[in-house]
């Protein structure tokens, strides 16, 4: 029962009872920490009075590490043992990185199927570096806050995969925090607006940061946040405009190879110069005795495609939550990145209106994390406030011919449990493999692998004969548990998983072992895996049509359709994608006669079935 | 209104919304074709506030693990009723009216009219304003399908009521691939 009082207004704890709670926004390039105090989100500063901390962490040989601005600062000087932007390595495996594109200058290793950098304390993986940083941040909070934590929000992009957002959980676990929520970092944003007060109508948040991108648009009403719709890129950042800047320094400079920390140094003053640029109308650079200057049109067209591929992402953003430019009452901006002259005036076209950029956007994310942290640590009960969330990528299973069957899709909102039966495919079968996956894509090796598992002892029956109920569930954090359940014959056999990374959970890492085979993009084995699906669906369709209306068929035509029949079953093994789109085809073309002739007859047989009762019809007015 | 707070307190009361729970009940309605979406989602989002685990992160494990079931029942219960196709085929289903797996669609009108559609949308090719107008077509064939629905189901007529949820399957089928083309010609 005491979980209908606390609902009940009016019992606000007394002051001496408030809990200690933060918001922690763990960024790519910089993280920051915040709190409540006196009803009013606050940051909770550094020594030295600075909001922000950088996300580097240095390791040193004994183990130890520096975390912020001190190891920032040996970024250039100790480049294999300074980690930065590890949260672009959160959740991903070691093939993973060469698709993240370059700013990566550190000695990658595989354990686990999980992505390790090779350091002079040995291998750390990034969900240990993330939990150094919010170990870090946590530590300045109980010092001002004079007493450990009750517990914390820390947001993610709303476009974290499963993946992703357990790495961040994990963190959180190995840095001893009580983790009350993953927050979505646009969704933290909007709180911090405080929007919610009488304001009604719906809102877009594009939140460009060092390393990824995200556009949410939600729907405000009576302090209820419900987000409709959330498109991101998670690599899509800040640090690509220091890249392109770099690349643009080198050309000019007429340099072809730098080492680790040449490059390091370059991207330090490229950054620089960026930001120096969102005031000024040129900057002077000056890079290993070359020296000259950038205007901001320059700078505008080095950056230009990659500010039209964020809008491009509103416009799917709009798209998906189906709400129309105008609809929208205010667009806010988060994250550095947006201090850009460019992109606010490109989002701000897009929109049609002037963004808000009122609340540091730097700040904003933590200070909405503070809010929430506040409220689910139980600081204010009487709140409204309310975030309602959807997972970001859709979820599914892997079914046969290599293809992904959604289960959840994408912009559903949490928490949710969705089951769906499957069945046997063999006689006799007693085990059944199931592989989770994340993505929009139909193709299991476009979709990123979560897990993967075998549900064993099912009874021996006929194939098809079983079901096996396999229940999906994503709660309030967007994180994935799957259960499976064979229940036909009373037997039944359980098993749950959640993907798990970065903690030494020996069954969760055999899993990952099993499951993280990362697919290149393989466009061959696709098309022949399409193609084989593709020769069984013909085959089916042809032996059914005839079974159903071989009456339609002549004695030649129906040896001609068993001689089409007899190729594709004999190609369907092929391994050249072609020769099986090609009788794949012929066969298409071969049986359309019947095809018709069955839709022929198929009509025919509705008119007259029509017609009967048209007359029968008749007949009673008749009187017959 | 006031019943949707007194409703998810009683049902706390009850062990949880068990898997049989009407949906129409959880928001307080009686089984209808026509809902009132505004009306919904005000219900949707009072019921969101007494039940999700966001009210209960500070409790314990238990009371946080009911309220993740209530919250994710109610958002199952939402996104059947407020869906057109899905809200029909779950009043078929309550109805003991469960879809036979392998009928097809015999009306030889609808099939024309279907196959009509689909050349269009092969000729539209990439014509956004030829798309446009289809899909301005299909959502009235979507709107008109509704209708019969309703009409049906009210009658109990269920093999006219299963005729019309294929059709509106097909035309919502069809709805979503003239999306695809749409997001796929303005590159998003």
Not at chain 1, 309 to 333: G, N
Not at chain 1, 358 to 370: E, F, T, W
Request: aromatic share 6%.
């Amino acid at each position: 029962m005491a979980l209908l009082q606390i609902s009940e207004p009016g019992m606000s704890p007394a002051p001496h009872m408030r809990k200690r709670a933060v918001g922690i926004d763990l960024g790519t390039t910089h993280s920051l920490v915040a709190t409540v105090r006196s009803g009013s989100p606050v940051i909770l500063p550094d020594g030295n009075g600075d909001n922000i901390t950088p996300s580097a962490v240095h390791y040193f040989a004994d183990g130890s590490v520096e975390v912020g601005k001190a190891a920032r600062v040996q970024a250039a000087k100790d480049p294999l043992n300074t980690l930065l932007s590890v949260k672009r390595l959160m959740g991903r495996g070691l093939q993973d990185v060469s698709s993240l594109g370059g700013g990566f200058s550190y000695r990658f290793a595989d354990q686990d199927g999980m992505v390790q950098i090779e350091t002079v304390a040995g291998l750390v993986s990034p969900v240990q570096a993330s939990a150094e940083i919010l170990k870090h941040l946590a530590a300045r909070a109980s010092t001002a806050l004079d007493g450990a934590l009750d517990g914390v929000v820390i947001t993610v992009p709303a476009y974290f995969d499963d993946a992703q957002r357990q790495a961040t959980k994990d963190a959180a676990t190995l840095a001893g925090l009580q983790v009350l929520r993953l927050l979505n970092e646009p969704t933290a944003a909007a709180v911090a607006y405080g929007l919610d007060r009488g304001e009604e109508g719906v809102i877009a948040v594009y939140d460009l940061g060092g390393g990824t991108l995200d556009i949410s648009i939600l729907r405000l009403s009576r302090g209820v946040f419900e987000v409709l719709a959330t498109v991101g890129d998670t690599a899509l950042g800040g640090d690509d405009f220091d890249q392109a800047l770099a690349e643009w320094v080198l050309q000019q400079a007429n340099i072809s190879a730098l080492d680790f920390s040449g490059r390091r140094e370059l991207l330090d003053i490229c950054r620089a110069a960026k930001e120096a640029l969102s005031n000024a109308t040129s900057v002077a650079i000056a890079f290993n005795g070359w020296s000259g200057s950038i205007a901001r049109e320059q700078y505008d067209a080095l950056i230009e495609a990659f500010v039209e591929r964020s809008v491009r992402c509103c416009r799917k953003a709009l798209r998906d939550a189906k709400i129309s430019a105008e609809e929208v009452a205010h667009v806010v901006m988060v994250g550095g990145s947006t201090r850009c002259p460019f992109v606010r005036k490109k989002v701000g076209d897009f929109f049609q209106q002037l963004p808000l950029t009122d609340i540091d956007p730097d700040s904003v994310v933590a200070l909405g994390a503070a809010i929430q942290a506040d409220q689910l640590v139980g600081n204010r009960p009487d709140s409204e406030l309310l975030l309602l969330d959807v997972i970001p990528l859709s979820l599914g299973l892997e079914t046969m011919g290599g293809l992904v069957e959604k289960i959840i899709p994408r912009n559903t909102t949490i928490p949710v449990a969705k089951a769906q039966e499957f069945t046997t495919f063999k006689d006799g079968q007693t085990a059944m493999s199931i592989h989770v996956l994340q993505g929009e894509r139909e193709m299991v090796t476009d979709c990123r692998s979560l897990a993967r598992f075998e549900l064993r002892n099912i009874p021996p029956m006929v194939a098809g004969a079983a079901h096996i109920r396999v229940t999906f569930q994503v709660d309030a954090d967007g994180l994935l548990s799957v259960s499976a359940r064979e229940n036909s014959s009373g037997v039944q056999a359980h098993i749950t998983v959640k993907p798990s990374y970065g903690l030494s959970d020996s069954e969760v890492v055999r899993i990952l072992q099993d499951s993280f085979t990362y697919a290149k993009e393989d466009v061959q084995a696709r098309k022949l895996s399409e193609q084989r699906v593709e020769a069984r669906r013909m085959q089916e369709n042809l032996l059914s049509a005839m079974q159903a209306d071989g009456a339609l068929l002549t004695e030649d035509e129906r040896s001609g359709l068993l001689c089409l029949l007899d190729e594709l079953v004999q190609q369907e093994n092929s391994q050249d994608s072609r020769a099986i789109a090609e009788v794949v085809e012929r066969a298409a073309r071969e049986s359309e006669f019947f095809a018709a002739r069955r839709m022929n007859a198929a009509v025919q047989k509705a008119l007259t079935g029509k017609s009967i009762q048209e007359l029968s019809a008749a007949d009673d007015s008749n009187g017959v | 209104m006031a019943t949707s707070a007194e409703h998810v307190i009683a049902c706390t009361l009850k062990p949880a919304f068990g898997e049989q729970q009407d949906y129409f009940s959880i928001f307080g309605l009686v089984p209808s074709c026509v809902v009132d979406l505004d009306d919904l989602r005000v219900r949707y989002r009072q019921l969101q506030q007494a039940v999700h685990p966001d009210r209960f992160a500070h409790e314990c494990d238990r009371s946080q693990r009911l309220a993740q079931q209530q919250a994710a029942q109610v958002n199952a219960a939402y996104n059947t009723l407020k869906s057109p196709l899905l809200r029909a085929q779950y009043l078929m289903a309550c109805a003991g009216q469960e879809r036979a797996a392998e009928r097809t669609v015999q009306d030889a009108g609808f099939l024309m009219t279907q196959i009509e559609l689909r050349e269009r949308l092969d000729e539209a090719a990439n014509d956004l304003s030829t798309l446009d107008q289809l899909m301005a077509d299909v959502r009235k064939k979507i709107a008109q399908h509704q209708q019969s629905f309703a009409e049906a189901w009210q009658k109990q007529e269920w093999l006219a009521a299963q005729n019309a949820i294929d059709k509106l399957q097909f035309a919502t089928k069809l709805s979503l691939e003239i999306e695809d083309r749409q997001e796929h010609l303005l590159d998003i």
